[in-house]
């Protein structure tokens, strides 16, 4: 990736920092979303850390670390009618032979497949995670998750919109029926739930929330870092991660403590308390960005298939 479209990318996310609507609110405006954002931050006694901070250096590149293979991979789409691209971080050591589980990450409403790998520097916390020994072996799958024929992301006046937020909804149908599907065709997968994770920051930490709890056949593990307002009504999450029970292995909550957009994960947090759904709820340091979502990410991904 080159060093103006990094640029691009991270401005988009950076953008989608403050400006973050219900996926399904026809009335869909920046105003709106600057709204959102710009609630005041109240903590209660257990919005705390359930971590301490990774070392330094977590995520950044070192050399002589033994570092995975991320390649692109195509897929044809039921949703859009049109071929759609994913990125595939494959683990140090591949090997054709031997089964994997899965880890799907998404993005947020300004991003596209590039801003898990660009903006928050995900190989990097998979590379370093993997020859430290502190995960086990997985695939990981990071997506559009804006399933439009146009899925590209959208100049910053056209970010808020209808159509931009529709797409993100689109998606669920285009990730169990198209995307999925595809993967454990063209890798060698444990293709079962159980070894299927699911996880997302902000719009895609709603995203995560709202198809991982509603298709329990599809995940055993799932996770929202700093969900955006498109995460569907708490009650219904918890009610759903409840009846989903034990086939629910891990449900992984988080938002930094400076991040206007708390209110949404703590409002699932605490129906998931109320409806005694066993979940972490980690609580960081930070605001509506990348240093929040490389740091749960190299908690959450220790935590799976285990």
């Not at 937020?165 to 198209?178: I, K, Q, Y």
């Not at 699911?198 to 599809?218: D, E, I, R, T, V």
Request: hydrophobic share 45%; glycine share 10%; net charge negative.
């Amino acid at each position: 990736m080159t060093d103006n479209l990094s640029r691009i990318l991270i401005a988009a996310a950076l953008c989608a920092i403050g400006n973050v609507v219900h996926a399904q609110d026809a009335d869909v405006n920046a105003d709106r979303a600057r709204a959102n954002f710009a609630r005041p931050v109240v903590l209660a006694a257990d919005d705390v850390r359930a971590f301490a901070a990774p070392p330094p250096g977590f995520a950044d590149a070192h050399a002589g670390t033994a570092q995975g293979r991320v390649e692109p991979f195509t897929y044809q789409s039921a949703v859009t009618g049109t071929r759609r691209t994913a990125n595939v971080w494959l683990p140090p050591g591949y090997d054709k032979t031997h089964r994997y589980p899965v880890l799907y990450l998404l993005h947020g409403i300004g991003g596209n497949q590039d801003e898990w790998r660009g903006y928050v520097r995900a190989n990097d916390v998979l590379d370093n995670l993997a020859a430290a020994g502190r995960i086990v072996p997985m695939i990981v799958v990071m997506p559009n998750g804006r399933a439009l024929a146009d899925d590209r992301p959208p100049p910053p006046d056209r970010v808020f919109t209808p159509e931009n937020a529709a797409g993100f909804a689109r998606f669920e149908h285009d990730l169990l029926e198209s995307l999925i599907p595809a993967v454990d065709a063209a890798y060698p997968t444990l293709a079962d739930s159980g070894h299927r994770a699911l996880g997302g920051l902000s719009m895609g930490g709603g995203q995560a929330l709202n198809f991982g709890l509603k298709h329990p056949q599809a995940f055993a593990w799932v996770a929202g870092f700093s969900p955006a307002p498109n995460t569907e009504d708490a009650a219904t999450l918890a009610a759903e991660a409840h009846q989903a029970g034990g086939g629910l292995k891990l449900l992984y909550l988080s938002c930094g403590n400076r991040d206007g957009l708390i209110n949404v994960a703590q409002g699932v947090h605490r129906q998931l308390k109320a409806q005694g759904v066993a979940h972490v709820w980690n609580v960081d340091g930070y605001g509506h960005d990348r240093d929040s979502w490389a740091e749960n990410l190299y908690h959450y991904a220790q935590l799976l298939f285990r």
